[in-house]
Each structure stands twice: as structure tokens, then as C-alpha cells.
């Protein structure tokens, strides 16, 4: 997750009623709160018109200010402006009044700028970023590495308190019985489906083409409960206001252990569904091969999240692209990282046979082999899988 700036050096300055008041993120000001009670209004929200540049403010914003000032939704906005403490330079921006956090976040990136201050009555203010995935520096190495961790973690805490799973759901604002209906159908399907693909397989046609591609392991799962969490983000979006960043931080914990249920789900179904057909690089044994599991469930996680956080068809489009180069890289990364231990492996064994007067048994060395795999594997797949969880988290939050 982004680090929470509470020490920003930003600062929004508006003069509205007669009253001069500053939202500074973070700190929460009483002024605010008499300004929201004047008009009437719940929230604020204070958007730049021009992006900030660590720079002395230059005389050219003022027309880019105008300019984008017009291109604003209906209604009553009023002037204020940014200012950085650390450098003095203030950009002009306007104040606006109960606009949710997500058509705050559209409105300023579609005029081009990269934060916005947004705040509640009696809470503190806080500053948010166009891009969920652009605060600080997300695009990092060091970044991704943290919110990996940081997701492990939180999932690791979830798992702990998964014994408040029927209060999640119902948090969810859904019910068990709704729960349990969609992890039946979700299994059974995958019964189904395995099954007859088992039947199907080899055959040509364009019936047998269809049911291979629908029901390959990860798509079937990743509709389902990709599906089912968009209906329960969608009510939340129509509750009267959005969560405080302290509110949603504790809406999260009681929602968490759904989620991970619900990703538990996808992983059966895939298990299930790997069983029971031939997929490629797969081995129907006891266990399957995890490869072959690991990477159908990659794929289903990373095809439910644009699915279930996505508004509209476009928004769609793009996050299906952006998960599907996610997921393709990160199998990528799981083969060249199975490619190179394989490597390390057997240089390993060989020195050590060098070193040893006996010979190693094969069945030995394919044990050690199988472990250093598996090992190799399950710890990628997880760090993969807790930079999903963190994303996740941030989208459900709807920070």
C-alpha cells in the first residue's frame, strides 16, 4: 500500500462566505467542519488546476487554470488555491462539495493533474492521489516489493481472523446462504466442466472449441467471483458517503476474511478444474502439477480484479489489459525463476557429487530437485499474490 503522507507539505487555501480556512492533509480543522455545516454538505473535495512542478509558480498557469476551469462538471465550484510549504509555490485550484473520491480522482485526471484534497465533516482532510497505483513511487521495484510484503502480511492477519467470516460477509452486505449459493455453483461448475472437457478433449467442432476456451481453469472462477464482488462493491458505492480513510481501514478488517474466502474459492475451483482436464505442462496426479495450478490461479486472480473493480466497459478494457500483462509477466517471472533454480540446482548436485565418495541416488536427487521447486515456486506465487492482495485492498477501500 502507498505510504500515508501524514507529514505533506501541501496545503489548500480557500476564501468562501468570508471565511479563509486551510486543509492541510492529515490535520483536521475546524473551519472546514463550519464551512461543510454552512453549505450544507458532508464532504469537501479541493482539486489543482494546474500540476504542481517543485518550481516557483510560473504567470502561464493562470490561462491553463481558466482554461481547465470550464471544462469542470455542473455545479458550484468556488477558487482556492494549493501551496507547497516547502517551496512556496501555489497553483490555483477550486473547491467543490460532496463529489464522491472516485469522480474527484476522474475529474482530476482528466484535467491533467496528478492529487486532490479531500476531506469530512469532523475528520481530517486527506490527500489522494490521481492514480491509485502512482502514489509516491509505485512503479518502483522497491514498491512493488513493499506492497508484495505488505499484502502477505495483511493476508497472513486476515487468515488469523478468519473465524469472523459469517460477520464479514454480512459486513459485505451480503448474506451466507448468498455465500454458500456461489461457492456450490462455483465448485460445481468446475465439476461439471472438468468433466466434460475430459469428454470433449480432442474432439473438433466449434461446440468443443467454445467449452475448451470457457472453461479453461482460470476464466470460469475469475467471472464467477469477479462478478459477485462487483455487485457488492456496487452497493457500497450507493451508500450515502464515502468512508473516511480511518473508516475504510476499519471496513477492510471486517471484510478481508470474505475476500480471502473468496479467493480461497477460485483456488479449488482451479484445483478441481486442473484435475479434470488436460492442461498444458499439467499432470493429473494426486497433487496435479503445481505449475500448472499456480498458473491458472495467477491468471484468475489477476482476470477477477479489473472485472470486479471496473465502473464501466472501457475501464474494463484497460484494467483487463493491465492485469493481463501483469499476468503474463508474472508466470514469466515464475518460469525464469523455475529455469534458473533447475540450473542451480544441478550445478549444486554436481559439485556435491564431486565432493562426496558415493554416489547420490537419482530418486535422491530428484527429491531435492522437486523440493528446491516447489519451494522456489510457492515463495514467487506468494509474492506475486500479495502485491494482488494489496491492490486489492486499496481498490476496496476506495482510497
Known sequence: MPKKNNDSSIEAHIRIDGLALVAAPGKHCADVDQLLERNGAHSFVFIPLVKTTGKKQRNTSSATALRRKKTLPDGDWFDGELRNTADGETVPGVLGFDVRRRDARAIAEKLGVKQFVWGAHGAPAEEHFTKILED?????????????????????????????????????????????????????????????????????????????????????????????????????????????????????????????????????????????????????????????????????????LPIAHSRDFNSLVSSAFESGITALLSIFMIKLTLFLTNLLTDALLELVAALVPFDIPEALQRIISAIINIGAEVFFLAVLLGYAWSRTRQQFMKL
Open 136 to 304: 509516491d513511487d509505485a512503479y518502483s521495484w522497491g514498491e512493488a516489493r513493499r506492497r508484495a510484503l505488505f499484502g502477505l502480511m495483511d493476508m497472513y492477519d486476515t487468515a488469523v481472523n478468519m473465524r469472523q467470516l459469517p460477520r464479514a460477509v454480512e459486513e459485505s452486505q451480503t448474506t451466507m446462504e448468498r455465500f454458500k449459493q456461489l461457492s456450490y455453483l462455483v465448485l460445481g461448475i468446475a465439476i461439471v466442466a472438468g468433466l466434460l472437457q475430459g469428454v470433449l478433449l480432442g474432439r473438433e467442432g466449434w461446440l468443443a472449441t467454445l467449452t475448451l476456451i470457457a472453461f479453461y481453469p482460470p476464466i470460469m472462477p475469475a467471472v464467477f467471483v469477479g462478478v459477485y464482488l462487483r455487485a457488492l462493491m456496487k452497493k457500497a458505492e450507493s451508500q450515502a458517503r464515502d468512508f473516511t480513510a480511518k473508516e475504510a481501514e476499519d471496513n477492510w478488517v471486517l471484510v478481508a476474511p470474505h475476500l480471502l474466502a473468496l479467493w480461497a474459492l477460485c483456488f479449488m475451483a482451479v484445483l478441481i478444474l486442473t484435475w479434470l482436464q488436460t492442461v498444458p505442462s499439467a499432470d493429473v496426479g494426486i497433487l496435479g502439477d503445481t505449475d500448472g495450478v499456480s498458473t491458472s490461479f495467477i491468471i484468475c486472480v489477476w482476470m477477477l
